[in-house]
């Protein structure tokens, strides 16, 4: 478990933030948390992730979520988009304050693209199961296309803007016109926009900025130095 005084940050994800929840959807959290530095001079690290249900909520240490958002992981960045926090700490300010420091053209490029296509692998290999007499799966196919699409629109608007778009722009198009596309459309509307993505001209910068990141830590390193040092996990 993480004591609340080390959490910095901590949001709705999934379709919550995406602007596709149903009454169905379950509230999914994810967050950035720091250990206090004097356990990690130890031989047995604690963990670097920690995942809880009841809610669901996922929670990387900082170093971890800093080296994520640094290789422009989708689901690290948008935690630093989110319109609203259930958790915000003063560092948990600083580092949305530098989230543009995270961004590059190659490495969006590539995370966006890497995880758009696994995704789709996976839609595709179910709806194979489907075919093949495995029950149950429908509705877990429908969400991985919807990811596939809504990933690649996110890169889009990524790319072209320098901001992380995390609602999506038509939830009627995910909830309502993508689900009854047929096989073929899905496949050239997948196709149409992995190309985009990979071809389109780029707002951002050619690198990340990691120097802006190893600043970061260090001084949540100082900060955390003594777990209980007045104002360690600075104001809510």
Not at 97 to 115: H, M
Request: proline letters at 5%; glycine letters at 6%; one cysteine or more.
């Amino acid at each position: 478990m993480i004591a609340p005084e080390n959490v910095l940050l901590l949001g709705a994800v999934g379709s919550t933030a995406h602007g596709l929840a149903s009454t169905e959807s379950d509230r999914d959290l994810s967050g950035v948390f720091a250990h206090p530095t004097d356990a990690l001079f130890t031989f047995d690290r604690p963990n670097d992730s920690v995942v809880t249900h009841d809610p669901d909520s996922a929670l990387h240490e900082i170093e971890k979520f800093l080296r994520l958002a640094l290789t422009s992981n989708p689901a690290a960045l948008e935690v630093l988009w989110l319109d609203e926090y259930d958790v915000v700490t003063d560092s948990g300010r600083e580092l949305i304050a530098i989230r543009e420091s995270f961004l590059g053209t190659d490495s969006v490029r590539d995370a966006y693209l890497g995880y758009a296509k696994a995704q789709w692998k996976r839609a595709c290999s179910r709806k194979s199961s489907i075919e093949h007499g495995n029950v149950g799966l429908d509705r877990r196919v429908h969400k991985g296309i919807r990811h596939t699409i809504r990933l690649l629109e996110q890169a889009q608007a990524l790319l072209s803007t320098g901001r992380v778009a995390v609602a999506v722009a038509d939830p009627h198009f995910y909830l309502n016109d993508l689900p009854v596309l047929s096989d073929d459309r899905l496949h050239e509307l997948v196709r149409e926009r992995l190309e985009t993505v990979a071809s389109m001209p780029s707002v951002l910068p050619d690198a990340p900025d990691r120097g802006a990141a190893e600043h970061l830590l260090r001084g949540i390193r100082y900060r955390f130095l003594q777990s209980d040092a007045p104002g360690t996990a600075g104001g809510r």
